[in-house]
C-alpha cells in the first residue's frame, strides 16, 4: 500500500511550516504531500490563517524532487476551469511532473461568505464539477496547434489555443471522490485517475469502492485502470502515554480515532491498513493534523512505512 502525508492547513501553518513538513515527508521515503483546499477554519482562528493551495503547492515544486503534490480536493467554486488548467499545468512544470489534482464540489457554506465566493446549491456544483472536468481535462488533451471549445450551462470556451501544456501526457492525474451515491461514482469513471474514500472505515471504504467499480463496468472501462485509495486521520504512538498525548494535542479522542480513523501503535496501524487494502484500497492518505509533531512523521516512516509496502489491495 502506498502512503501518503495530508495535511489540512486551515487549522493553522504557514508555508514554512508546509515546507518542513514536505521535505520530511521526502526524505522518510512517502509517496506524496497532499493539502486540502480551504481558505479558512472550521472551528476557531486557526492561526496565522490559510494558506492558499496552489501557490503552496507551486513553491513545494521548487522545494521538493521526488514526492508528488496535489489538493484533497478542491473546490470547483474557488476557481474558473480555465484558469485552474493553466495553474496546474505550470505547478505540474514546475515539478517536472509530480502534480495531482483533486477536484470536488466544495462544502464549506462558512469559508465562501467570508470571501466573497458565490456558493450555489448541491445540484449546480455537480453540474460546474462535470463540466470543469470536461473542460480542464480537454484542455488538457488537446493538441498543440488545435483550439478547445465548450458550451455549457455553466462554462463557454471558444477557441481556446488549450496552452499551456502539462508536463504529463494527457495531464496530470485526476482524484475524484465523496459520497455521492450516482454522480460521483460516474464522474469518477468518466474522468479519474483515482477515487478516494474520505473518512470511512473499511467498510465503509468497501461499498463505495464497488459502487465506483460498477460504475466503470457500466461505462466500459476497466475498474482495474482506477487506483482505489482512503483518507484518514493518523495517530501513531510507540505506547499508550504517547498516543494520548497525541491525540491531545490534535483535540480528538483516542478511542474514536481508533474507530474512526487510523490510530494506534505501529503494528495496530499495520492491521488498520490491511482492513483498508482487503476493501480493496490500494493507496492511504494519513491526514497528519499536528504540523509541528515532525517526531510522529519520523515514527510513521521508520515503522510503518517500510511494512506497509508488502500490503496489497484484495
Not at 502525508?5 to 514536505?22: K, R
Not at 484533497?72 to 496546474?88: D, H, K, N
Not at 470536461?134 to 488545435?146: F, K, Q, S, Y
Not at 477515487?195 to 465506483?212: C, E, L, S
Request: hydrophobic residues 45%; negative net charge.
Amino acid at each position: 500500500m502506498e502512503l501518503r502525508i495530508f495535511t489540512e492547513p486551515q487549522v493553522g501553518a504557514t508555508y514554512d511550516t508546509l515546507l518542513a513538513v514536505a521535505q520530511q515527508t521526502e526524505a522518510l521515503g512517502f509517496d506524496a504531500f497532499f493539502r486540502s483546499d480551504h481558505y479558512q477554519n472550521f472551528d476557531g482562528p486557526g492561526l496565522p490563517g490559510s494558506t492558499d493551495a496552489w501557490i503552496t503547492l507551486a513553491g513545494l515544486a521548487r522545494e521538493t524532487n521526488t514526492i508528488r503534490l496535489g489538493t484533497l480536493v478542491s473546490p470547483v467554486t474557488f476557481r474558473l476551469p480555465g484558469t485552474l488548467a493553466i495553474t496546474v499545468a505550470q505547478v505540474d512544470a514546475m515539478s517536472s511532473g509530480r502534480v495531482e489534482l483533486g477536484l470536488g464540489t466544495g462544502w464549506f457554506d462558512r469559508e465562501h461568505a467570508s470571501y466573497g465566493i458565490p456558493f450555489p446549491g448541491v445540484a449546480t456544483r455537480f453540474q460546474m464539477l462535470a463540466e470543469q472536468l470536461a473542460i480542464i481535462t480537454g484542455l488538457w488533451r488537446t493538441p498543440v496547434g488545435e483550439t478547445f471549445g465548450f458550451d455549457g450551462s455553466h462554462y463557454r470556451v471558444v477557441d481556446s489555443p488549450a496552452l499551456p501544456k502539462p508536463v504529463q501526457a494527457g495531464g496530470p492525474p485526476i482524484v475524484i471522490g465523496g459520497w455521492g451515491a450516482k454522480r460521483t461514482p460516474r464522474l469518477a469513471a468518466a474522468y479519474a485517475a483515482e477515487f478516494n474514500v474520505p473518512f470511512g472505515q473499511p467498510h465503509d471504504a468497501k461499498q463505495r469502492i464497488a459502487a465506483v467499480a460498477e460504475a466503470c463496468t457500466q461505462a466500459g472501462r476497466d475498474p482495474a485502470t482506477l487506483t482505489f485509495s482512503f483518507a484518514a486521520t493518523v495517530s501513531c504512538g510507540t505506547d499508550q502515554r504517547q498516543l494520548g498525548a497525541r491525540a491531545k494535542a490534535i483535540g480528538q479522542d483516542l478511542a474514536a480515532l481508533r474507530t474512526n480513523g487510523v490510530a494506534g501503535t505501529p503494528s495496530e496501524i499495520l492491521e488498520r491498513l490491511r482492513a483498508y487494502a482487503e476493501a480493496g484500497a490500494s493507496r492511504a492518505y494519513l491526514q497528519v493534523l499536528d504540523l509541528h509533531d515532525l517526531d510522529h512523521l519520523a515514527l510513521l516512516g521508520a515503522e510503518v512505512l517500510p511494512e506497509a509496502a508488502a500490503i496489497t489491495a484484495s
